[in-house]
């Protein structure tokens, strides 16, 4: 996942991924809370974000950590792509709910929220659920988590949609265009 905001200022919002999917199946078997394994999904988007370092350098990329406001505004005065290990500055967030309502692309909307940008970026694994141009819609086709759609409303950025087979939709509009992908209300 990505956001940007008005300089076109680029950030990683990497998702949990396999990492997130074991968090779910334990707690299944196990029993834990959703506070606990809400906790333990933002350590799962972090070792996302260890992953996605580490390729990019393999690419000549290098990615950022960034873990606070700080962190996000020294990257961007470098000219750096921060990555964000959210545990430090979302796990003591009052107004996240510590549920399965709130994933990564929630927590894209939250971190965008904090750092007043005007623009997120969610990039899928999965292929785009034709016909969905709302949060509401690409919630009830499980592209998007539930609790989206109410911090949609609360940041008032605009929002797009991007899935498996829409590479070249998404570099254009990284590029500037934003007529290709799909844009949600």
């Known amino acids: 996942m990505l956001w940007t905001n008005r300089q076109r200022q680029i950030a990683l919002v990497p998702g949990g ?41 393999g690419m000549g990329m290098t990615l950022t ?4 406001a700080a962190d996000f505004a020294r990257a961007f005065a470098r000219g750096q792509l921060p990555a964000w290990y959210p545990v430090r ?5 009052l107004d996240l709910e510590r549920s399965w309502q709130v994933t ?46 109410r911090w949609r409303a609360r940041t008032h950025c605009k929002v797009w949609l991007f899935g498996a087979g829409q590479e070249g939709a998404l ?9 290709e992908g799909a844009l949600v209300t």
């Open 17 to 57: 991924g396999a990492f997130a999917d074991d968090v779910r199946r334990r707690q299944a078997v196990e029993g834990f809370d959703d506070s606990v394994a809400h906790r333990q999904a933002l350590r799962a988007m972090e070792l996302s974000a260890a992953r996605f370092t580490s390729l990019g350098e």
């Open 65 to 68: 950590r960034a873990e606070d």
């Open 89 to 93: 500055w979302a796990d003591g967030a």
């Open 104 to 149: 990564s692309d929630t927590l894209a909307l939250w971190l965008a929220d904090r750092l007043r940008c005007g623009k997120v970026v969610l990039i899928k694994s999965v292929a785009p659920q034709p016909g969905v141009r709302t949060c509401a819609q690409a919630a009830d086709a499980g592209w998007i988590d539930a609790g989206f759609e």
């Open 171 to 179: 570099a254009a509009m990284l590029a500037g265009d934003p007529a």
